[in-house]
């Protein structure tokens, strides 16, 4: 009788393609719109670091597109790149640096709802009802279910795997 799940790998890939159908109507569609007595505007997330730019908060951008572009395709990579891994059950890249990128994802996965929650915050704090108001856009909602389903997905991935079709015979030995 084993102790691994076998079905582990086909939950890992379920909610990846969950979450990468998500991240992209998150990214297409506005995240934000905001209205102000003069004019009505929806930015997309790349879109609202690049308005950011223009007005010389470049440290905000970065923040953005480091938090809302680049960390989430590097969690569909490395979800990826583990899962196929322990499907072909050999890796060139070693056992103990495939479980650190496992951490590594992991990690960042209680991090990756930021986006969301200043969405959240600026919805609230901006309403000064005819002045101007901040309200999320459809891609809020999209990126929260990617976020949501990367997590998950790493979360059914069985890190044993991992470690399951390592050479038991020690280096040098015959």
């Not at 007595?37 to 997330?45: C, F, G, H, R």
């Not at 951008?61 to 680049?70: K, Q, T, Y």
């Not at 279910?145 to 069985?158: G, H, K, R, Y």
């Amino acid at each position: 009788m084993t102790s691994r799940d076998p079905r582990s790998l086909q939950r890992v890939w379920a909610w990846w393609v969950a979450g990468l159908m998500c991240y992209i109507p998150a990214n297409l569609y506005p995240m934000l719109k905001t209205q102000t007595l003069l004019t009505a505007q929806q930015d997309t997330i790349v879109g609202g670091a690049i308005e950011l730019i223009h007005h010389g908060s470049y440290g905000v951008a970065i923040i953005i597109l480091v938090a809302s572009v680049l960390i989430p395709i590097g969690k569909f990579i490395a979800i990826a790149f583990l899962a196929t891994a322990a499907a072909r059950r050999r890796s060139t890249v070693p056992a103990h640096h495939r479980m650190g990128l496992y951490e590594v994802v992991e990690y960042i996965g209680r991090w990756s709802m930021i986006d969301v929650f200043v969405v959240a915050i600026l919805s609230s704090l901006v309403q000064l009802s005819t002045v101007a108001s901040v309200t999320p856009g459809p891609a809020s909602l999209a990126f929260a279910l990617s976020v949501i389903f990367t997590m998950l997905s790493a979360q059914s991935f069985d890190s044993r795997l991992i470690w399951d079709h390592l050479d038991p015979t020690p280096e040098g030995a015959t």
